[in-house]
């Protein structure tokens, strides 16, 4: 009689981890990156934003400092640290350094980004 409540239990047992399994999984949004990423977008701009007046109708490219090495002798970085966020306004022709640990701005400076390229039908 002790075989029967052991199988009983057994399966009681399996039928809850699966329907927790289940539950959980099913309960959970994949992770969207590039939602992900236009997030981050949207709270650089905004920490940003509240210590500099931002161009406006544009939204900024943003990279992360990772490697000191290659951005040496470039006077805009001097004072960066990895982790470091730089927004790049192309229309405005404007880059920011941030560092997002202090919340401070770094370095702002004018982008000479060359001759525009001109399109041709």
Known sequence: M????VIGAGVLIVVAVG???YVYVSGRKPVDAQQAALDEVS???AA???LYALPTGETPVVA???DMSKLAGQP???NAKVGDKVLIYNTAQIGIL???V???LVEVAPLSLGAKPSVTP
């Open 19 to 21: 329907t927790a399994s």
């Open 48 to 50: 940003v934003g509240k």
């Open 98 to 100: 941030y560092d997002p």
């Open 2 to 5: 002790k075989l029967p409540v």
């Open 64 to 66: 992360t400092v990772t």
């Open 76 to 78: 805009f970085f001097k």
């Open 102 to 104: 202090a919340n401070i």
């Open 43 to 45: 709270r650089l701009v």
